[in-house]
């Protein structure tokens, strides 16, 4: 066998809500990403708690960095036949097929996952649950047992697993690891001594002790969060953003920040918007659903120039929609939402690690800008998990507040006074001469409630245009051109999570000799206008590829760039399909291929 | 009196405001000039206010008013105070933020019935339970004052107005009987036409140390010439029984329960915990170290 160096493994593992099926995807993406390897996985997961609802941990482990999944996976493991029937066909030929061989019970035909996979994908049947019992006297630890099964047939570092099983279980009874390894060992001992049928092959790590950790959108949203030094966050239940509530409600406290579930998300948002009025950092996060309750008090947020932070997964909509299928169908109300013209500032990362850039400078803006700002994620990015390295050192600043001066003391203080860059000195309360009343109502200078024709002009203006140098903020990318330098035949439009799967369908229209390049749009609102058509005068064909059915990216830059562009979009509350993109790029620069040939 | 031919002393104006201004609590007013229909109650009530912050002496730059929609939106304009006026019926989240923010200030919630109880009703059971530190001023005149006259969540049976033209049929709310099973930590109702109890009432509740509600009658001197009147208010208002216990929830409840003959006073208070206690026992839990809220300068 010739010694493989450039590791590209996708694994699969499908059961039933209860299953351990998240848990053990988990143990493998921290595993591997300590053992060196890059990682990027995606779980899918019902929404039901326990019953019959479909699990799925899928995991890429890669020598080189990747920015999405594969369409198919090399492997699929089966903790439940009647959920992973319907996965056989994602399982690429000569890719392997592992599932329990002795089902508790008889099966009915058709019922058992042998009797599904195609000729050309490799079956190893081994009995998960008989192995679980010998090694831990319960049937319960099937999912270690697969997992160790796994790893043991593909030489996985099984160093690596016991640690990260250790670290899994830290703070419970020791009896627990000890029972997982057990479980664990006993699958990985089956699975070396079992001949390898398929072309599955593990290549060397990257590097080890690169200090690279496996950490979820969400977590990263965390992260960023803390190293602002957000004050205080308010929020309410609603997937897929639940976890960051969760996670800042156990951490933030630790360096002494306030964190309160609120009764709804309007009190949410109310909260948020009061605490950044009294001068700390907050923030709230919600999904589609909830971020329609919080356009009202956003436009109040943008109307009393109030600094506050919402970070929005997106998920399947309209109304209750699909809460555990990604979407990126909440772009227009991020972007619009609410009454009135009311400009707002809104970041959508592409991708783990901008999560946690989007978070810091989100709070750098809000305070900077003195108004609302959104990092829209979706549930994919929310979910993802992606082995990033942090910065050791809080790379944000921890103020950026306009303040009042000793001039504005003395005379009569205006808190909307119009500045040169439209952005007016803030005192907050407990200040002396700083003393101002805020309102929804339109106002003067002074803040006083007056709708004169000229009042309104003019306070419109104001808030428009501050906003316009956000998309020169120091170390923020607001958009990023990938590929091809100079004129391409096809150039791609992507933003928010599907610009991973944008960047790896363009890289292989490469390959395959199309001139093509790629750029990710982050900050959607401003939208960066010139770099966005400079990108566009380079290309001759645009194509903007999106989760959504209206296609909300692509007349947000239609309309400011006027150029037509091809829109490929999908609600199938996946990800995209890299492969889906390939075709229409190939499609679309096909053109001067053809001719080039003749 | 000796005689009925005596004329009364005359009031001089001018000794008046100086009189007024003796008192120091014109300090606590803004210039701006308020906007209320003549004869409103609201005109007690900001005096009230100022009266009662100059009584506890505490300073302008430390306190911030939060308003809704209603005629109480621009109470915040009128005082010599920051001022939030925010969205209709979401002016407690509002409150809660900032003094969840700076523990240091001291935060007044104005707003009328409508505003809390119509469309902000959702709000008021968890500032309460919560005891978040700040003091709600509730004005209840029983109509929408600022959209010239609707039925109100506590618009009495029958009451006829421009959406109910044909007599209110829904049952009205009774405000003291929610808050006291809320659990709010200090509950009082005062009335517009007696301005110095009213006065009074408001420095205890802005002084006591926990989420304090008071509710106020009021007239609506424009829209309501039948119900709510200064007469018929002036009438049916009662003081506390001499020996109420507000330490007694029950007894606070058996006092509210007849709203047709409402009790002026403290109905119930009691000493708990605050929202912010509790979240820097929360961060003492967490093992981290609560964050001294500095004056800001």
């Known amino acids: 066998m010739r010694p493989i160096t450039n590791t590209d493994i996708q694994i699969a593992v499908c059961g039933s809500a209860g299953d351990g099926t998240i848990a053990t995807g988990d143990i493998l993406n921290q595993a591997m990403a300590r053992a060196g390897y890059r990682v990027i996985a995606f779980d899918v997961y019902p929404a039901e708690i326990r019953g019959f609802g479909e699990c799925i941990a899928c995991t890429r482990i890669t020598s080189e960095q990747v920015y999405s999944l594969k369409q198919q996976s090399d492997v699929l493991v089966s903790l439940n036949d009647a959920h992973a029937i319907a996965h056989v066909p994602e399982v690429r030929d000569y890719g392997a097929i592992i599932y329990d061989d002795a089902p508790i ?121 803390l190293d602002a030094k957000v004050g205080t966050f308010f929020g309410y239940p609603i997937t897929p953003a639940t976890t960051i509530l969760e996670m800042l409600a156990a951490q933030l406290p630790r360096q002494g920040g306030r964190v309160l579930q609120t009764e709804d998300e309007i009190a949410a948002i109310g909260a948020t918007i009061g605490a950044g009025y009294a001068g700390v950092r907050a923030a709230t996060a919600t999904s589609g659903p909830g971020l329609a309750l919080m356009t009202e008090m956003m436009g109040l947020g943008v109307m009393a120039e109030v600094p506050c932070v919402i970070f929005v997964s997106q998920r399947g909509g309209p109304s209750t929609g699909m809460p555990t299928k990604t979407e990126q169908s909440d772009l227009n109300l991020a972007v619009y939402g609410g009454s009135g013209d009311a400009p707002r500032i809104v970041l959508a990362p592409t991708n783990v690690e901008g999560c946690y850039k989007c978070a810091g400078k989100a709070f750098e803006l809000a ?41 504005d003391r003395a005379g009569d203080y205006a808190r909307f006074a119009l500045t040169d860059d439209y952005i007016s000195p803030r005192a907050l309360p407990g200040q002396e001469g700083g003393i101002h009343t805020v309102t929804g109502l339109e106002h003067t200078e002074a803040g006083r409630p007056k709708d004169t024709p000229e009042v309104h002009t003019k306070m419109t203006e104001k808030r428009h245009k501050k906003l316009a140098s956000a998309v020169r903020h120091p170390e923020l990318t607001i958009a990023k051109r990938f590929g091809d330098a100079g004129k391409v035949d096809v150039g791609i439009l992507a933003w928010g999570s599907t610009f991973g799967e944008a960047l790896e369908a363009m890289l292989e229209a490469r390959r395959e000799g199309i001139r093509c390049a790629a750029m990710k749009v982050v900050m959607l609102s401003p939208l960066p206008v010139e770099v966005i058509r400079s990108f566009c005068d380079d290309c001759r064909e645009i194509l903007v590829p999106e989760l959504n059915y209206q296609g909300q990216f692509a007349n947000l830059v239609t309309a400011a760039t006027a150029r037509a562009v091809h829109r490929l979009n999908r609600v199938s509350g996946r990800p995209m399909h890299v492969e889906d993109i390939v075709i229409e790029i190939r499609r679309l620069g096909g053109g001067t291929r053809q001719i080039a040939a003749a | ?74 109470f915040p304009f009128f005082m010599n105070a920051y001022g939030f006026h925010s969205l209709h019926g979401r002016t407690l989240p509002v409150a809660t933020g900032i003094k969840l923010a700076n523990d240091r200030l001291t935060v007044i919630v104005v ?90 009432m408001i420095a205890e509740a802005i002084a006591h140390r926990g989420f304090s509600y008071l509710h106020i009658l009021s007239p609506c001197v424009t829209f309501d010439k039948t119900s709510m009147t200064y007469q018929n208010l002036g009438l049916a208002v009662r003081d506390l029984p001499a020996n109420h216990d507000s330490s007694d929830l029950m007894a606070a409840m058996a006092q509210a329960m007849d709203p047709s003959s409402p009790a002026l006073g403290v109905f119930y208070q009691e000493d708990r915990p605050t929202l912010g206690d509790a979240m820097d026992e929360t961060i003492r839990a967490a093992g981290g170290k609560v964050q001294e809220q500095a004056a800001v300068a």
């Open chain 1, 367 to 407: 305070e900077k800008y003195q108004t609302p700002v959104i990092v829209l994620l979706d549930l994919y990015l929310s979910n993802r998990l992606e082995a990033v390295t942090l910065p050791v050192k809080s790379p944000f600043a921890p103020n950026l507040a306009k303040g009042i001066s000793t001039r």
């Open chain 1, 105 to 225: 019970t008889t099966l009915k035909e058709g019922a058992h996952i042998s009797g599904h996979i195609k000729p050309g994908q490799l079956p190893y049947g081994l009995p998960m649950r008989e192995i679980s019992e010998r090694a831990t006297s319960a049937g319960k630890s099937r999912n270690m047992v697969a997992l160790g099964f796994v790893a043991g047939l593909y030489g996985l570092p099984r160093e690596a697993f016991h640690q990260t099983i250790a670290a899994k279980f830290k703070g419970k009874a020791a009896a627990i690891t000890e029972g997982n390894v057990r479980a664990f060992d006993a699958g990985y001992e089956e699975g070396a001594a079992t001949f390898q049928l398929d072309t599955v092959r593990l290549g060397a790590p990257i590097e080890s002790g690169t200090g690279a950790i496996v950490i979820s959108g969400n977590r990263a949203i965390v992260r960023g969060c």
């Open chain 2, 111 to 200: 707003g009328g019935d409508g505003d809390g109880f119509a469309i902000g009703g959702g709000h008021i059971p968890h500032a309460a339970r919560r005891n978040v530190d700040i003091t709600y001023l509730l004005f209840d005149n029983g109509i929408y004052g600022l959209t010239k006259g609707q039925v109100s969540p506590t618009s009495v049976l029958g009451f006829k107005t421009k959406t109910s033209p044909y007599d209110n049929r829904d049952l009205p709310l009774n405000p003291l009987m929610m808050l006291l099973s809320y659990r709010a930590s200090w509950v009082g109702q005062a009335y517009a036409g007696h301005p110095h109890h009213l006065t009074d």
């Open chain 2, 1 to 74: 009196m000796s005689g009925t031919s005596e004329l009364p002393e005359p009031v001089y104006l001018e000794e008046k405001l100086k009189e007024i201004q003796g008192t120091g609590r014109l300090k606590y007013r803004s210039k701006a000039l308020p906007t209320w229909c003549p004869g409103c109650g609201y005109f007690s009530m900001t005096e009230g206010v100022a009266s009662a912050m100059n009584k506890l002496g505490i300073a302008s730059k430390d306190t911030v008013i939060v308003s809704g929609i209603g005629c109480a939106s621009r």
